[in-house]
Every structure is written in C-alpha cells, then in structure tokens.
C-alpha cells in the first residue's frame, strides 16, 4: 500500500508550483554563436558556484548575481549549497529538468507500460503543460500541470495490478481507462487561434460501480479528485479529497488534507492577482497539518514549505529581507535550493523579472521598501540598476570600508575622468589575481583607462590579466575586444578578428541555452563552440576598413570556414566595386578555398570578354545565394553556400551589414570607427560603402546586371535562362527596395520572350 500513499501526494504536485507561469516564444530560431554569455556565466556552471566568477556582468540573471555576492563577501557556497544552486540552475533552463536526455522520460515509460495492456486506446504522446487561463484572456502563458512523479507512480500502480490482477482483466482496463481520462487533462481543452476558443474541457471518469469492491472505489475517487484538479476545478477536488480524508476504508486518507489544501493554493495563485481568500483558506488547512502529531513527517515538512510559499506572498516585504539576511550568511540549513527560488522569485516581483522578458524595465531602487532591504538585496539592485544614484550609493558603500563586495557595483558605475575613477581604477588594479574580484573589476578599470585615453596604462594592464590561466571563455572575449580597442594598426587589429566563441544558443527563450546541455555540465572544463567573426570586428571591417587593406588579413591562418567566407566577401566586393586588380588577385584565391566555384572561377580568369565575364560573375553571384560584399558575424549561415535559405539570409542587402533580415548579432553591437586607420583609408572605406550601398540589395543588383546582358546584341551563353530564373525569384528570398519588383517583371517578359521552351522558363510562371 505504500506505493498508493506515494502518488496521492505527487500525482496533484506540480514543479512550477513557484513560478507557476512562463513563456514561450516564438520560432523560427537560428543557433547564433555566443561571444560573451550575458545572462549567466559560461559552462559548466559549476565552476561558477565553485567561485571562478570571471567577469561579473550585471545582466547576469539574480541567482547568478546572489552566488557572485557570496563569494566577493568572503563566504563561498559550501558544497551542498553549491549542488542546490547547480539543480536550480539547470531546471531553469529550458525547463532542464524536463528535458534531460540522460534520465528515461517517465511520460514515455508511462505509455509503454499502457500499450502493452491488450485493447488499450492508442495515444502517442501526452503533453504535461497548460495555459494558465480558460478563455483566452492568457493563451500565451502555461505551467506544468501534470509533473513526471505523476506518470512514475502510475506506471507503478499499473504494473502493480497487472501483476495481481492480470493484465487483461476488467480491474485493470477500468483503471487504465480511467486513468487515460485523468491524463487527459494535463494539457487541457485545445486553443483554436482562428476563432479564439477552446474546446470543450475532456471527459471525466465514471465514479465506480455501488457493487466494486472498496479498493477499487477508492482508487475511482482518488482519480476523480485528481482529475478535477488538472482540469482547475479546484473547488470540486478539494471536497473530493476531504471525502476521500474522511474514508477509513482509503488508502489515500491520510494524505488527502494536504491535497486538499494544495488546490487551494493552485487555486489562489494561478490568477495574475493572487486570490486570497483561497490562500488564506490554504494557511488554515495547512496549519492544522502541521500541527497534528500524527500527521506523516514529509507531509508535515511539505506543508511548512507550502505555508512558507503563502506567507512570501502575503507578506512579501518581511519575507524578502529575511530570505535576503538568511541567504547573505553560509551554513544554510533549510532547503536552500528553495530558499534561493523563492529569494529571487520575491526580488523579481518588486523590481521586475530578469532576464526572462524581452524588454524587462530598468531595475529602480526605491521599488524596493525599506522593510524590504537587506545587504544582499542592495548589492544585486545596485549591480543591476542603471539609474545615477545607484552609483553614488555603490561607491559611498565602497567608501566605509573599501571591501571588494562594494568596489564591484562601484566600478561597475563610475564614469572616466573624476577622482573617484581614479581610486577605483587604482584599487582594482591593486586586487591579486587571486581575489575572486580579479577579473570583473580589472575589466571595469580597463574601460574606464580606455576612456580617460590612458591607453599605455590600459595595455599595461590588459596584458597582465591576458597572462591569466583558464579564464573562461566569455571573459577572454571581453577582453579581447578591449585589446582590439587598444590596437595601433591593422596589423594589430587582426589577431582579434577570429575567435574562438563560447557556446551556441537559439536564443529561443532568451537564456542562451545550449542544445546540449546535459552533456556540456558534466564536463570539469569550459566548454568552447567553434570559431567565428567577432561581430564588432566584422562590423569594423565591413563599414570602416577598405578592400586594398581588408586584402591584407592573415586569412590564411583562420578555420576554413572562416577562410571561405571572409574570401567570397572580398571576392564579391570586388565585383561590385568593379575593381579589376582586386579581382584578379581574388578570383584564384577563392577558387581554392572554395570547391562550389572552383570550375566556374577558373572558367572566369581565362574569359577575356569583358560581357561575358560580367555575365560569369553575375551567374556565380545568383546561384549561391551565400555570396554577399560583406563577412559574416558569429555564426554563418545555415543553409548550405548554394542552396536557398527560407529565412531571408541570402545574398545581401543594401548596407554595411549582412542579411537575415538585418537581425545578425552585430546589429546589436555598437559599431567603434577604428582609430589606426588612416584619413586616406577611412575616406577610400567610405567611398566604397556608397558605391556598394548604391548598387542596391543583391536582387535588384543581380536583376539590373542580368537584364543588361539580356538585351545585348549577340550570342548570349545558355545559362542565361538558368540565372534569370533565379533572379526573377530572388526577390522572393532576399532583400529588395521600391525597382525590385519592377526589375523582377521585366526580367520574366525577356525570359517568356526569348526563350519560351526553355525549361527553366516553364518552371518560371510567377514575377516576385
């Protein structure tokens, strides 16, 4: 019977019970490459916790702050506290917990055990989340309603009555349907977005036969209760299970009242406004189990965490500020892990959530009442907060006794050119490399010497914390773009240029998150992505460096990948530059790294028509849409070099920067005019950005090109029906400006006109 006791508990608990919504966004996503982590450090976490903090961001999302205050205050995690930080890390995360490919998914394991009862429905997959509301009103919200203990304990119970029973018996198919029909509603009625309802909400079980035995009564009404609850008819379940409390003959009756009280706290906290008449209702029921002698030791543990939870809710301000004293200090004894969800979870109400929205709004000191404050609290709003007084407060702490804790947030602030630069400044570079502070605050000081144009003493230090040993990738990153800041020539400038990144997110939830995840925690080291254009540099370059100097990169040392792509952006410059040296340098450079054109390029140099040639370069231009004036930033592109991307990333637009409808990382970066260049580069760079900003988006200036050569006089080469095809349909996948379409027409008159049997002409029946 201890097995039925189990899931009367778990079967109605839910893992987001604090944070009982969240968001999904929406696709497509691309894996872009990450330079420098701004919402958490770099993997594995537990170097993180372990106190290797890098440099300390204050994007950093609040619990990552928390363990960065622990570690500056002089009072590290222990290594409990450390592997309950991890845990709460990685649930958080793409909801880990519910995506570890190491673990066996208990919802699939559920559905194997009930495929192999004969004549059982067939039912490929179970969703566990529904939208918090019931009419539309919060569609894009949902929770976890049905957690994977629910489908453990099932599991369990069925293969416990097909052992005692049979599996085919009537007991056990009447409890399998059953038990289909409380699964049901995990997921809930279906949302249809066109007409904006729901289905009605799925059936429920019948309640047992008056003539089943009392096993079988009990198992109904615990199913039926559980049911209720899924399906938010809290109310209902509620009196289901203080029946089922009040029936000696359950084996559920002792745990009942807890269940009971835990759809009053569902109840009262799935609204955006908390409903607290339901949870004051909770705290009664609650405390009558805490109370009770007889009540089962985790019952009564479970209950106290739960009044905990209603009292951060009723009384939030006092249960911030003593999470906040209670965290600041080490030898945790509760649950930690707990203590920390529902610390930041407070914080996150009264200051705003971090850094799960899109937009979150500026962090504001005073949203935190003075019966509120704590050190701790002060010290992650001061860190996140961009307002002018959270400086003069950072540095005013800093000030009573210089400690590394407050030097942090007071660096972090200060603004070049003051006394008080000049003592923070002075006091980082003083910290030993030891100090958990190194880092972070020689990367401030570092900014601040940079823009004072104290450029000497910004090297000197910038290369004594380059000579640092496993540094984390993310840091490294940092501060090779202040390097690349401090570079005096080009020559300088490129061995910053490639880098080596330090993961790979979708970005989907907005937590750069790794798709291996699970695999990358495990591991005792940083874990690295691959190489790619810093974004700044490739801004640099793109905008501010001319062709004759961009010749000049040490390419030949990069990855491959990164070799190819930096050449067919020089190579296409060229074109469009019209630069007829640059080309013949480039064109049997290209052709060597790059196999896809290795045929046509070499067909090129020893064309010596100058209409055919131009017609050569248009061709290789329009059949790899890859092929743009411009390098690519972080990752490159995802479809292969001459196949459509469906996403817009193909050819160019008409700017300084690359496709994918000018959403590319180094949009988000600022764009630094480079200081070593000279006044002659920086106007030949300029020259050259409106002559390629003038030849248009790569359709309309692959459609201008081909239309010429169309209507000249003469032999015209048989791919031309070929290269028409793709340019009509080019604006349909790339960028295009008010003549595109127009072009797009002209060019498909000339194609039925001219060669109106031609294949590629029946396969073209649409202009774009």
């Not at 845990?87 to 909801?95: F, I, Q, T, V, Y």
């Not at 800093?398 to 590394?404: A, F, L, T, Y």
């Not at 340098?585 to 060597?592: D, H, M, V, W």
Request: glycine share 4%; net charge neutral; proline share 6%.
């Amino acid at each position: 019977m201890k097995a039925f006791k189990k899931i009367s508990v778990t079967i109605a608990a839910t893992v987001l019970l604090f944070c009982p919504s969240s968001s999904f966004s929406c696709g497509p996503f691309f894996e872009e490459a990450v330079f420098s982590f701004q919402y958490h450090p770099d993997f594995p976490l537990k170097l993180f916790a372990a106190g290797k903090l890098g440099v300390v961001r204050p994007t950093f999302a609040r619990s990552y702050l928390f363990c960065a205050y622990r570690e500056l205050a002089g009072k590290p995690l222990s290594a409990n506290e450390q592997g309950a930080i991890i845990a709460l890390w990685e649930a958080r995360m793409n909801n880990y917990d519910r995506s570890n490919s190491d673990a066996a998914d208990p919802v699939k394991l559920w559905l194997e055990a009930r495929s192999k009862i004969a004549g059982s429905k067939k039912i490929d997959r179970i969703s566990t989340d529904r939208m918090v509301g019931s009419s539309g009103d919060d569609i894009y919200n949902s929770y976890l309603n049905c957690p994977n203990d629910a489908f453990v304990n099932a599991t369990n119970i069925l293969q416990q009555k097909a052992t005692k029973y049979g599996e085919g018996s009537d007991n056990v198919k009447n409890w399998l349907q059953a038990q289909d029909q409380v699964f049901c509603h995990c997921s809930g009625p279906e949302y249809h977005y066109q007409t904006k309802k729901f289905d009605d909400e799925p059936g429920f079980p019948e309640a047992a036969p008056k003539e089943a035995d009392p096993l079988t009564k009990a198992d109904r009404n615990y199913q039926l209760a559980a049911a209720h609850f899924y399906a938010q008819q809290f109310d209902l379940a509620a009196q289901e299970f203080d029946a089922i409390a009040k029936d000696s003959a359950s084996p559920y009756r002792n745990t009942a009242p807890y269940l009971a009280a835990r759809c009053m706290v569902r109840k009262g906290t799935l609204p955006k406004n908390y409903d607290l008449p339901s949870l004051q209702h909770a705290v009664l029921r609650l405390s009558a189990i805490v109370d009770d002698p007889n009540s089962n030791t985790d019952l009564r543990h479970s209950a106290h965490q739960l009044l905990s939870f209603i009292e951060y809710r009723l009384h939030p301000e006092a249960a911030l500020q003593a999470l906040g004293n209670k965290l600041a200090m080490p030898g945790s004894k509760g649950d930690f892990r707990q203590e920390v969800t529902d610390y930041t979870f407070l914080l996150d109400k009264f200051v705003g959530s971090n850094p799960d929205d899109e937009s979150p709004a500026p962090v504001k000191l005073a949203a935190i009442p003075k019966a509120a404050q704590s050190e701790l609290t002060d010290w992650i709003t001061l860190v996140e907060s961009s307002e002018p007084a959270a400086g003069l407060m950072a540095w005013q702490r800093w000030q009573e006794g210089k400690s590394v804790l407050w030097l942090v947030p007071a660096i972090m602030h200060a603004k070049s050119g003051g006394q008080e630069s000049s003592e923070l400044v002075g006091a980082a570079l003083n910290l030993p490399a030891s100090s958990p502070a190194y880092l972070t605050a020689r990367y401030y000081a570092l900014r601040l010497l940079i823009e004072s144009k104290k450029m000497d003493e910004a090297r000197k230090a910038l290369t004594e914390v380059l000579a640092t040993k496993n540094m984390s990738p993310s840091s490294l990153n940092l501060f090779l773009d202040q390097q690349a800041q401090l570079s005096t020539s080009l020559a300088e400038y490129w061995r910053d240029v490639v880098r080596t990144t330090s993961g790979v997110s979708s970005d989907s939830d907005g937590l750069e998150v790794p798709s291996e995840l699970c695999k990358i925690e495990k591991s005792n080291t940083y874990y690295l992505w691959t190489a790619a254009f810093s974004p700044k540099a490739a801004n640099v370059l793109n905008e501010f460096v001319p062709l004759n100097a961009l010749r000049t990169a040490p390419w030949a040392n990069w990855p491959v990948a990164m070799r190819r792509d930096y050449m067919q952006a020089l190579w296409t410059r060229a074109v469009l530059l019209q630069d007829d040296p640059a080309i013949n340098q480039l064109t049997p450079l290209l052709a060597a790294q790059q196999p896809l054109l290795t045929k046509l390029l070499n067909e090129y140099k020893t064309t010596t028509n100058l209409d055919q040639r131009k017609f050569l370069s248009t061709y290789i231009l329009i059949s790899n849409p890859a092929m743009r004036p411009y390098i690519t930033p972080g990752s490159l592109r995802q479809a292969l070099f001459n196949q459509i991307e469906d996403f817009h990333d193909n050819w160019w637009c008409a700017s300084e920067t690359p496709s994918r409808e000018q959403d590319l990382p180094a949009n988000k970066s600022a764009k630094t005019k480079p200081t070593f260049l000279s006044a002659t580069q920086v106007a030949e760079a300029s020259a050259e950005q409106k002559r390629l900003i003038s030849a248009g988006p790569g359709p309309t200036y692959l459609l201008t090109e081909l239309i010429s050569y169309a209507k000249k006089p003469g032999t015209k080469d048989k791919r031309l029906p070929e290269a028409l095809y793709h340019a009509i349909r080019s604006p349909k996948f790339g960028c295009f400006d008010k003549s595109t379409e127009g072009l797009s027409k002209t060019a498909f008159a000339i194609m039925h006109k001219q060669y109106p049997n031609d294949s590629w002409t029946k396969k073209t029946q649409y202009w774009y």
